[in-house]
């Protein structure tokens, strides 16, 4: 009697098994990996229609899209506190959300190096839709491409975050005016610094955590305060410096931080004093600067204490009026300085 | 932070501003250098300068690997990465030094024409040899810089690879001594005859006294009545190096004190000097850039262990160049001139495209200025 069961189809070896070049082909080898792998995982009514693009759902309560897009590169790929899967969903959530757009959908791209065990990348996509399921944002579109050994190194994830904005929310980096609170939602560096001892392979007691978090929550308690919020920003590659930066040239404003107002986790603060990093330019996966009118800064800042996200925020600055543009600091230690761009590569493949 | 803020706290800084501020005399002004560039960024960074009364000022030195690391040596690394094929082993800061062509490391990483250089980044002298012994088919070179912290790491390594036999690791050596560089500004005409740079006393290297001890410092205090405050790299240690400075002058003293106590002796690590003159022995010259050619100022690998120098290895050839016509870093290492009194800079030099070699490190003095208090010079 014949054993062979019909249609029996040998499933992915993710176990042992690696990508290898036939899954970027276009071929079967490819089917059964979007199949066994991104469809499983990432499962909703949309990738279900199986088209080359998905058709959505019109906007029923009105407002304008918002669109961003980010490539995630992470180095390596499972560090403590996430890895490059729920990285790659957290950052485009965030670009959307500090927007004041409330995030609906995301597309993601693959680009899977020839080699990478099946068991990682069987990990990573299982973490993205994790992190997609617990934000309440579908990835409803995606691709894979693989390419040969040495041509990547394992897996870079580009993902899109398409968002709605609500009537009368205008948030941007051009709004800040002297005057204005600068807020912070908690801690610098933890991403950051996670990756760097990771890399260093610095043994601290207790590892310290990557913040990646989708931010979109504690965003939506913070408009529903009223308050009038000039910008929110995420302070990621080039940290809080090169944020405020931005925000500082766009609007052509100056600003004044007070170094010991901004909080930095002990771990972290030890960490970058070993590597001779400084906490401000350190990136961050789970952090926003929100810009406000000063009569609305201590509302703002209340609604963000009362989040669980936002428990450590503070009131870290003030604009001013300043023709040069610069961000500058009171230290600690009773001095002044300018808190500049970042020069160079401070940390390569952050995110 | 335990052991980190202690040496920050701004209330002691506050009380050290009024000591020094009732301390100094209205009569006089004070100058005094800060010889190492860990001495600059912190008094840039924490805002130091902020604190001292007017007439208490600070002179930049030179004590800052890369900026006195002349264009030819960076020319050196460069051959040997684009035109040898070595593997080239940098410390992250020599990345973007500019050197000849328009060329830096940074930009031979990246590729020339057709030739791309294989520079890596890394964070210590045992990264290098890892490498070597991971790419037994292909010669690696450290390129060595650094004054006296630096060089007992690079001793290790080349003892290491002796031990090992590893026959494809080479350190190109541009290691430098702080004793020599002092003697040359103390000894340079602005300093001793024309009165152009009025030197009240030096802030002494916090590691690299570490290694040498305070002992080589008092030359300088008996020969040229200069006192010499050796002081750790926080700022609390610098604006206690400026008090204790300030009640030298007062005092007509000319002494080698250690504020850096809790790290320095008067002999320093004989272990790491031990082990450095077992490698090393000294050059009979080396250019500087700023100082130019200054005698007995530099180290070379012993000829016990040439197989592991890449100036003997590699045909390479020293070239001298003159830095760019405008660019004041020469002066500005000799503490002739400020980083805000050069026509480049924060304008044609700036961090992102530097011209000279100042604006690279952040411990160098117009680095330090442009990042952190050139505010200053709009006010």
Redesign the interface.
């Known amino acids: 009697m014949n054993k062979v069961r019909e249609n029996y189809v040998r499933p992915l070896d993710l176990k042992h098994g690696r990508v290898d070049m036939t899954h970027g082909s276009g071929g079967r080898a490819m089917a059964q990996l979007i199949e066994e792998l991104f469809a499983k995982h990432f499962d909703n009514e949309f990738l279900r229609q199986g088209n080359d693009g998905s058709v959505l759902p019109p906007l029923t309560l009105g407002g304008r899209l918002v669109m961003s897009c980010d490539g995630h590169v992470v180095s390596p790929l499972f560090f403590p506190g996430g890895d490059i899967g729920c990285l790659s969903v957290h950052g485009t959530l965030n670009d959307v959300a500090v927007m004041g757009a409330q995030p609906l959908y995301l597309a993601a791209s693959f680009i899977l190096e020839e080699g990478l065990p099946l068991a990682d990348l069987a990990r990573i996509v299982a973490s993205m839709a994790k992190a997609a399921k617990d934000a309440g944002v579908p990835i409803v579109t995606g691709d894979t491409k693989v390419v040969e050994a040495g041509k990547a190194d394992g897996i870079f994830i580009t993902t899109t975050g398409v968002g709605v904005l609500p009537e009368g929310v205008a948030l941007s980096g051009d709004r800040a005016r002297p005057g204005d609170v600068i807020l912070l939602s908690g801690t610098l560096g933890d991403h950051g610094m996670a990756i760097m001892a990771q890399r260093?392979s610095l043994g601290f007691s207790a590892p310290i955590l990557s913040d990646t978090a989708a931010l979109h929550g504690l965003i939506a308690a913070m408009l529903a305060t009223g308050a009038d919020i000039r910008c929110l920003r995420d302070p990621t590659r080039g940290g809080l410096a090169t944020t405020l930066n931005e925000i500082a040239r766009q609007s052509g404003v100056g600003m004044m931080l007070d170094e010991?107002a901004i909080p930095v986790n002990?771990e972290v603060?030890?960490a970058c004093?070993f590597l001779g990093l400084d906490p401000l330019y350190v990136a961050n996966e789970g952090k926003l600067v929100a810009v406000v009118a000063a009569a609305d800064a201590d509302r703002l800042l209340a609604a963000m204490r009362a989040h669980p996200q936002g428990a450590r925020a503070a009131k870290i600055g003030t604009v001013l009026v300043d023709d040069?543009h610069?961000v500058?600091m009171t230290?600690?230690?009773?001095?002044?300085?300018?808190v500049?761009w970042l020069?160079?590569e401070q940390l390569p493949r952050i995110c | 932070m335990k052991y980190v803020d202690e040496f920050r706290d701004g209330g002691l800084a506050r009380g050290l501003a009024v000591a020094i501020a009732a301390e100094a005399s209205p009569a006089r002004r004070y100058s005094f250098m800060e010889f190492c560039g860990g001495h600059t960024h912190a008094i840039s960074r924490y805002g130091v300068g902020d604190l001292l009364p007017a007439h208490v000022r600070m002179v930049h030195g030179p004590g800052c690997p890369v900026c006195v690391l002349p264009i030819g040596r960076v020319d050196m690394a460069i051959a040997l990465a684009l035109r040898h094929g070595v593997i080239l082993c940098t410390y992250g800061d020599c990345l973007r030094v500019p050197a000849s062509d328009g060329l830096s490391l940074m930009k031979a990483k990246a590729g020339v024409g057709n030739m791309r250089g294989d520079v890596r980044m890394v964070y210590s002298s045992a990264d290098a040899l890892k490498i070597a012994q991971d790419n037994p088919g292909r010669q690696v070179v450290f390129f060595a810089i650094g004054f006296e912290t630096t060089t007992p790491p690079t001793a290790v390594v080349i003892k290491q690879a002796a031990a090992l036999g590893l026959d494809n690791f080479s350190v190109l050596c541009c290691h430098v001594l702080t004793p020599s560089a002092i003697s040359n500004i103390l000894e340079s005409p602005e300093v001793r005859e024309l009165g152009t740079v009025p030197l009240d006393g030096f802030i002494g290297p916090a590691h690299v006294s570490t290694v040498i001890g305070s002992a080589p410092y008092e030359f300088f205090a008996e020969e040229f009545r200069k006192p010499v405050v050796i002081a750790g790299f926080e700022p609390l240690d610098v604006m206690q190096a400026i008090l204790m400075l300030v009640r030298q002058v007062n005092e007509g003293r000319a002494e080698v004190e250690n504020e850096f106590a809790r790290a320095v002796t008067r002999e320093g690590n004989l272990k790491a000097q031990n082990l450095v003159s077992e490698i090393f022995e000294l050059r009979r010259a080396f250019e500087w850039r700023g100082l130019g050619l200054v005698p007995y100022s530099a180290l070379k690998i012993r000829r016990e262990y040439a197989r592991f120098d890449a100036e003997v290895r590699f045909p390479l050839d020293y070239r001298s160049v003159a830095d760019n016509k405008a660019c004041e870093c020469g002066a500005i290492l000799r503490g002739v001139k400020r980083p805000q009194d050069c026509k480049l800079f924060g304008t044609v030099c700036t961090p992102e495209n530097p011209i000279g070699s100042c604006m690279v490190s952040s411990e160098g003095a117009c680095a330090a200025h442009y990042t952190y208090g050139r505010y200053k010079d709009t006010q």
């Open positions: 260093e010991a002990g603060a030890a004093e040069h610069f500058q230290t600690g230690f009773g001095g002044r300085r300018i500049d020069t160079g």
